[in-house]
């Protein structure tokens, strides 16, 4: 038997330096984003880029995350 993949949601992760720490290590939050698991990486990536305009911290990573069920067919 295959296993078969079947997409549920995806969401864009937008790693935000927020500070930093009293060590001087760079300190993050991390904002997600629902997207479509049929949008291309492309189509998640522009939205990020217009989200990153309206943040007040500077962005560290863009990050997309699928999930998915696994079927056993």
């Known amino acids: 038997m295959a296993v078969v993949k079947m997409p549920q949601s995806s ?9 930093v720490t009293t060590t001087g290590s760079p300190a993050y939050v991390t ?3 629902t997207g479509k698991s ?5 189509d ?11 943040q007040a ?5 863009i990050a997309r995350v ?6 056993n067919q």
Do not use: S
């Not at 049929?38 to 492309?42: K, L, Y």
């Not at 998640?44 to 309206?54: E, P, R």
């Not at 911290?57 to 990573?61: E, F, G, K, L, N």
């Not at 699928?66 to 079927?71: G, K």
């Open 57 to 61: 911290y500077p962005v560290a990573d």
């Open 31 to 33: 904002r997600n984003y």
């Open 11 to 19: 969401t864009i992760a937008i790693k935000l330096q927020k500070g």
């Open 38 to 42: 049929t949008a291309t990486d492309q």
């Open 44 to 54: 998640l990536f522009d939205v990020a880029q217009a989200l990153m305009g309206l």
């Open 66 to 71: 699928d999930n998915a069920y696994l079927v």
